[in-house]
């Protein structure tokens, strides 16, 4: 009940292509989604998150949407560019808890 | 700095060795975590501190792992009887309070051999 499923393992995407990363959670406690990007040899880097009350957020190329019925949730990745090739990891938690759990992980490479 | 700061970045013990790994939070940062990243997979909670309390260690693998924060800042993760299964990244976190936002250091790469 504490896992977060995500997937694919990896992708592989041309310059200017839109990339899609998807994750679902069976804890229907789970109120906070953030997303990280992380590059090799450096911590994870918050990219952008969401709350169950919208199904949608927007930052610049990077588009949260969330399916609240479905338990899923996905980034889109707009105009991919080679330089966000990294992995990216979901995660869910409970507001006013501290407990992130991850996703696997999805080793995105966006070929020039 | 701006940023978590860990030390050392690469740590390499003989099997049976205690290691001591060090993370420094963001300056006023109440919250410290603590997660084991293994090769190509996510990072997995180990502990959390809330100023200088340890609020929870569930996820520690073993009594051979120890976590301290005693004056409520910089922190240190301490494995004793190094394993070669403990061989992993171990990232520290911290944010203002709670789970959001978290900000990761660059992690410390152990290995055992």
């Known amino acids: 009940q504490q896992q977060v499923k995500q997937s694919p393992q990896s992708l592989i995407v041309q310059k200017g292509g839109i990339s899609i990363i998807n994750c679902a959670y069976e804890?229907?406690?789970?109120?906070?989604f953030p997303w990280y990007q992380q590059f090799p040899g450096k911590g994870p880097a918050l990219l952008i998150a969401?709350?169950?009350?919208?199904s949608e957020k927007k930052e610049g190329r990077f588009t949260i949407s969330f399916n609240k019925s479905a338990k899923q949730f996905s980034l889109h990745i707009m105009d991919s560019q080679p330089g966000d090739s990294a992995t990216y990891f979901c995660?869910?938690?409970?507001?006013?808890?501290?407990?992130?759990?991850f996703g696997s992980g999805t080793r995105l490479l966006v070929r020039p | 700095g701006a940023g978590v700061s860990q030390s050392p970045r690469y740590k390499v013990a003989k099997r049976g060795q205690d290691v001591a790994l060090r993370c420094d939070p963001i300056?006023?940062?109440?919250?410290l975590f603590w997660y084991q990243q293994a090769l190509g997979q996510g990072p997995e909670f180990l502990t959390y501190?809330?100023?200088?309390?340890?609020?929870?260690k569930s996820g520690l693998p073993s009594d051979r792992f120890f976590a301290e924060r005693p004056e409520g800042s910089v922190s240190t993760l301490k494995i004793q009887r190094t394993q070669q299964e403990d061989s992993a990244v171990y990232l520290c976190?911290?944010?203002?309070?709670?789970?959001?936002?978290?900000?990761f250091g660059d992690g410390t790469r152990l290995s055992i051999l």
């Open positions: 976190a911290s944010s203002l309070q709670g789970i959001q936002p978290q900000h």
């Open positions: 804890n229907t406690a789970f109120d906070y």
């Open positions: 969401i709350r169950p009350d919208v």
């Open positions: 995660a869910a938690g409970k507001d006013g808890s501290y407990k992130l759990i």
């Open positions: 300056s006023g940062h109440v919250s």
């Open positions: 501190f809330q100023n200088e309390a340890q609020l929870d």
